[in-house]
């Protein structure tokens, strides 16, 4: 029964989904009322059906109903209630359908708020959008059906991969990371729209920024929390390990970002717009190339899941949609123009044109090495690893130089810069570069790559924060208001502007945190017996002893290490190993004590309770908290360049004609 | 609206080669590499040993006893797992490994220690359980002899002492059941 049902609104959602593009595809060449109506009816529709198909799979999970397929592989009356709602995420059938339902609700909004706008485009970017979600339809009526029938239903299924139930962060990684990934369906859709009507206007690139920006956020959320997540879970002591999956999220951020700043050029001066929309269209293909890293069973990877027969089907997607964009590129990116000529000399215009090639060839340098094995093995059948030396060869000056290129860009001025004009707008940070590399000087920082981020996060804090408030000093001196008032005009008439530059602010910590983070540690591994004590740097340790935990769902064994720093007690840790329920082998749990300035991190590596004996790794890692409070300032300051400007704000505006561009450009 | 995409379609497309050629120079080779690793298990390593004969070797298990050599398992399909206690992997897979020679009586598994210490080695096994030999392999001769380049990895050996498959990484339980199914068979 409810497998019948859950099979019949996937059907029902793929019907809806091609049918709609069709018509939408036939309405864009051309134009009528009612094709239109019926496009967006039978978008809703697409909608409609996969939110009632995950409502039918959540109905299965929460009633234990192990007739349907995907609830006897992945449910278990053993587990906690939420264990069993999120478990519809937890494994590959599962996923897909979630991911029917974030695409579902990505298409509805966005033609529900454009429905009266862009009448040209609109029809192109549905019928795109629901080519997409037929894919996904198809992929779960067939290839990955969760509404598999399991005739004599078990009893009681396994329950959901252990590493799921082991921390929080593992329920809210996956939907940020699917609302990034799916997310970039819509400007895909508008910029194949842009192609197909041959002209990317003003009015055009400012929905294409806004949804590119929301998916942008999400995706920034997702690869920090799914670092986070692999710092606090999986024991190594680091959050990054240029693992081809982690690789498949970093792919389309990095082309996403560069969209960001070259629509910003569109806008303002009319050029890149061919670009523009490449890198749009790249973003997207990348993120159907990082799905289909995670799900082929091609890339070994810690996070990736179990082999399965879907690899072939979404080859061909990626394999179709790469053509179809190729040809749509070919045919038409000479047809979108130019209104406007990027400057040459130093110049603002000029640093954006560097900020994007060096992101397209970060982009590169991280394909190449996610590739490069397999290109090994397919040719001369060898197995071999890149890793993380070349990775970090690579990575660590691209880093660095977007970071210079970070400050240098907005310190200076739009159009052609005077000597005079340079002078005053580099030197003064110089200021913030040599304050922030002393600090690290003085802190014991020797490493030169580290030095230079310092030194160039000093020189772009200073560059962001001047220029963040720059409209509100102007607005004090100018119109005599007060620093709250002003703030208050400022933030309301140049959020965009305030939002880009509070993002870059906490890109500035990011990096800065990352560098320190990976090069000023310390480490240690140890055998300790009961009542022993050990130090790393300032910090003492004692192995209490080891106790057993049971919860409903699981068994621990956990170390109680109490800790002290510089003599003064910071509490108890426990760093456990945990047994799930139907599960055999045991996963450790790291614990970390978290301060601002330095995490301590234990995992166990052994634990003998009736021994009284531990094995651990004890690791200080500098700074690392700041990547996730700066990761969330990151996408606190995109939020805000999202939010519309205020109406009454605009209302206020002397002259109609002053939009939030002209606003934005008055640095 | 009607005029605007009447005027596109006016102009006749011209092709940008530029942009379709670099395309297609990045586009063909990703694809090409992709397909070509299609059905791929990136666990099962293609090794020269697969199909040959297994090395030979006559080695002392932990903490003492007769020597046990392959030459002795003649006409049973043999599991060798090459482990040690640092390596996590293997701690991950150890359980998955003693139940399954529990439940195949008529396979024989064996582990090999590599680079690891007789002592940890013995107390690792005490503590964790087992319920097949492992074997030092002191002078890492064996290793050598099997191409091991990390641990674990796991050769799969028919009754005719020929390798059949080797799996590099973590085994679960259903990995091991139809890689053993392919031992018994004699491989493919």
Known sequence: MVPTLGRTLILLALLAASAGSIVGFATGARPNAAGWKWARRLAYAFAAFMALANLTMEYALLTHDFSVSYVAHVGSRAVPTWVSIVSLWSSLEGSILFWGLVMGVYVAVATWRKADEHPEYMPYAVGVWLACGAFFSFLLAGPAQPFGTIPNPPLDGPGPNPLLQNHYLMVIHPPFLYSGYVGMTIPFGLAC????????????IRPLRNFLLTSWI??????????WWAYEVLGWGGYWAWDPVENASFLPWLTATAALHSALLVERKGVLKGWTVILVLATYLLTILGTFMTRSGVFNSVHSFTQSAIGPTILVFLAAALLFSLVLLALRVDSLGSDGRLETGPSRDVMFLVQNLLFVLFTFTVLLGTVFPLVVEALRGLQMSVGRPYFDKMSVPTGVALLFVMGVGPALPWGRATRQQLRSALLPPLVGAGALAAVGLALGVRNVWTLLALLFGGFTAQVTLSEMFLPVRQRMRTRGEGLAEAFRQAQ???????????VHAGAVVVIAAIAVSSTMGSSKEIQLNQGQTTTLGAYQLTFVGAEQVSEPHRESVRARVEISKNGRSLGTLYPRMSTYENQREPIGSPAVHTSLTEDLY????????????????VLVNPMVCWIWIATAIMALGGLVALVPPLR?????????????????GSS | MATSSGAVTATAPRVNRKVLLAGLAIVLPLLAVLVANLGRDPHTVRSPLVGRPAPPFRLVPVGGGTPISLESLHGKPVVINFWATWCVPCFQEHGALVASARFLRDVQFLGIVYEDEEGKTDEFLRERGTSYP????????????????GVPETFFIDPEGRIVEKYVGPLDRGTILSLVAQARGGGR
């Open chain 1, 193 to 204: 729209a842009a192609l197909l009507v041959g002209r990317l206007g003003n009015d055009f």
């Open chain 1, 218 to 227: 999400f995706l920034t959320c997702a690869i920090v929390l799914g670092g």
């Open chain 1, 492 to 502: 309301t008439r140049g959020r965009r502007r305030f939002g880009a530059y509070v």
């Open chain 1, 602 to 617: 234990l995992s166990i590596h052994n634990i003998d309770g009736a021994a009284g004996t531990v094995g651990l790794l």
């Open chain 1, 648 to 664: 009454g704000a605009t209302a206020a505006a002397p002259a109609p004609g002053a939009s939030a561009i002209a606003m934005e």
């Open chain 2, 134 to 149: 492992s074997l030092m392999d002191k002078d890492g001769r064996t290793a050598i002899s099997y191409g091991v380049f």
